[in-house]
T-cell receptor, first 120, second 107 residues
Framework: EVQLVESGGGLVQPGGSQRLSCAASGFTFSSYWMSWVRQAPGKGLEWVAQIKQDGSEKHYVDSVKGRFTISRDNAENSLYLQMNSLRAEDTAVYYCARVRYGSGSIWDHWGQGTLFTVSS | DIQMTQSPSTLSASVGDRVTITCRASESISSWLAWYQQKPGKAPKLLIFKASTLQNGVPSRFSGSGSGTEFTLTISSLQPDDFATYYC?????????FGGGTKVEIK
């Protein structure tokens, strides 16, 4: 069974940094693109970042470019999101999601999400 | 970035009703459109991709159509489990973008 378990959520002050993690199991992690998608409280979905199987290609939404870095460790079956220069508008539930194989950038498995709040 | 606009934002319907949700793209995305269902406090679930292809395990009462800039999600006979929020998403180009969502409520 595919499982994606996020961790690292919590409360951080504006301007601070945090790293989110996603532990993957139940599939060959190194064969899939992976993404982070977020959802601000009471709002819609927003794609944040995406990374290729070997980490050689990364894409970001404009609002996080230069502040967030997506990475992965295929030996540890883990996905990461390093978030710097945090702003109140980064407050959201952050989901780790697996890109459906061979179908383009859509997500067929999601984690349960981790809530991350930026506030003083 | 490609903007995705869904309508309506809220829809009130009864069990057994036929429901249609529309999604419009600000430019042509060919058939690179997906639909997701999300229930409160839960992660989204992929329903349809490539505008009309049903994801494995999704009931056949769900269907999608359209190409270019206009797309629809149809639920042929609304079931109690279908009351949720639905999102469209384009994957023609980065940045990947979602519509604002359509909440399907009980009438």
């Amino acid at each position: 069974e595919v499982q994606l378990v996020e961790s690292g959520g919590g409360l951080v002050q504006p301007g601070g940094s945090q790293r989110l993690s996603c532990a993957a199991s139940g599939f060959t992690f190194s064969s899939y693109w992976m993404s982070w998608v977020r959802q601000a409280p009471g709002k819609g979905l927003e794609w944040v970042a995406q990374i290729k199987q070997d980490g050689s290609e990364k894409h970001y939404v404009d609002s996080v470019k230069g502040r967030f870095t997506i990475s992965r460790d295929n030996a540890e079956n883990s996905l990461y999101l390093q978030m710097n220069s945090l702003r109140a508008e980064d407050t959201a539930v952050y989901y780790c999601a697996r890109v459906r194989y061979g179908s383009g950038s859509i997500w067929d498995h999601w984690g349960q999400g981790t809530l991350f709040t930026v506030s003083s | 970035d490609i903007q995705m606009t869904q309508s309506p934002s809220t829809l009130s319907a009864s069990v057994g009703d036929r429901v249609t949700i529309t999604c419009r793209a600000s430019e042509s995305i060919s058939s690179w459109l997906a639909w997701y269902q999300q229930k409160p406090g839960k992660a989204p679930k992929l329903l349809i991709f490539k505008a009309s292809t049903l994801q494995n395990g999704v009931p056949s009462r769900f269907s999608g159509s359209g190409s270019g800039t206009e797309f629809t999600l149809t639920i042929s006979s609304l079931q109690p489990d279908d009351f949720a929020t639905y999102y469209c998403q384009q994957y023609n180009s980065y940045s990947l973008t979602f519509g604002g969502g359509t909440k399907v409520e009980i009438k």
